[in-house]
């Protein structure tokens, strides 16, 4: 019951971020620019924030270092309490899991969900792409046909329905900002998605140790996804931005409404005048993001929720310092 309101029709809007000029793209860089440059310094540290996981060579434990480090073997050799200092990488690839299914195509506040899925994507672009970094993405439009790596500089790659499309991991500014052109420009296709084969396209084939965010409503099964997700978090530090509009969480009481599924076509005319049908459905939406949030956390992803009715940008930046004030006690969620 939470997915069909999900998919009910919004109300006339502007054209989606897609369709705007290549203006409004750089206006969105400019603004996450500006709130995020400064935020974060360091080595590396972007949404995840870490002091990095190459092992370096062991010194004598000190008072106040973290006891999760203690090189045993030295220790054991040495009769010394030894500590493995870690070298941050000097180059770190992140890639991206973009889902951009038809269900993304709604919202009822003041973003649709596929335009806080851009941002989101052109927030994490600035943080990941300084330092020589690579970053590159997988998109998902529906369905669980693969399309070969594709070439995206200067434009969107051609997609077509049931495609998820793979955009190489390259360094610099300027390939970062044809990645997010690529993205922006991608049409969301008819069809259901498979969120499972979007996240495994990042499992195979095995890459060095880096950063996977997954950009989603996560509307799919659980059981669809799950498994891969854990199986991603082996590898790299994850991050799950699960993407919310307010209507997926309540009905409103409007009278005879009528919700269609764009990923299967059903239509349905829902009277939301019931207060024992809006009651079961919040409960059921509220049971269903609960779900969601214990397989991200089964799978030790970072979760972030960003919402169309609110500040994405202003939520990304608590989640960042959130995660900066975690790190500095010691802990990593």
Not at 136 to 163: D, E, F, H, K, N
């Amino acid at each position: 019951m939470a997915r069909a309101a999900a998919v009910t029709s919004p109300t006339p809007r502007p054209a989606p971020l897609a369709d705007r000029s290549e203006a409004v793209l750089s206006r969105l860089q400019l603004l996450v620019t500006r709130k995020l440059d400064g935020l974060l310094q360091g080595d590396y540290a972007g949404l995840l924030p870490g002091p990095g996981s190459e092992a370096g060579e062991s010194r004598e434990y000190r008072p106040g270092d973290d006891v999760r480090r203690m090189d045993w073997p030295v220790t054991a050799r040495t009769t010394t309490p030894h500590v493995r200092r870690t070298v941050a990488d000097r180059e770190l690839e992140t890639w991206l899991a973009l889902d951009l299914s038809a269900s993304l195509d709604f919202g009822t506040g003041q973003w649709l969900k596929r335009e806080v899925v851009v941002a989101a994507a052109a927030a994490i672009t600035h943080l990941a792409v300084r330092g020589g970094n690579r970053i590159g993405a997988v998109i998902g439009t529906g369905g669980g046909v693969s399309a070969p790596a594709r070439r995206w500089r200067g434009g969107a790659p051609p997609v077509g329905p049931g495609v998820l499309t793979r955009l190489p991991a390259r360094s610099g500014r300027k390939e970062a900002q044809g990645l997010l052109r690529a993205v922006a420009g991608t049409a969301i296709q008819p069809g259901r998605g498979d969120l499972g084969a979007l996240i495994e396209m990042l499992n195979r084939p095995p890459r060095r140790r880096g950063v996977a965010v997954v950009v989603s409503d996560f509307l799919a099964p659980v059981e669809q996804w799950a498994r891969p997700m854990r199986k991603l978090r082996v590898r790299h530090d994850v991050l799950a931005i699960e993407v919310v509009d307010p209507r997926e969480l309540e009905l409103p009481d409007v009278g005879v409404l009528p919700v269609v599924d764009p990923e299967s076509g059903e239509l349905h005319e829902v009277q939301t005048a019931d207060p024992r049908l809006r009651q079961r459905y919040a409960e059921a939406a509220t049971a269903q993001r609960a779900a969601i949030a214990a397989a991200l956390r089964g799978a030790g992803a970072a979760h972030l929720r960003l919402r169309t009715d609110r500040d994405w940008l202003l939520d990304m930046v608590r989640f960042v310092a959130a995660q900066r004030h975690a790190r500095t006690r010691g802990t990593t969620r």
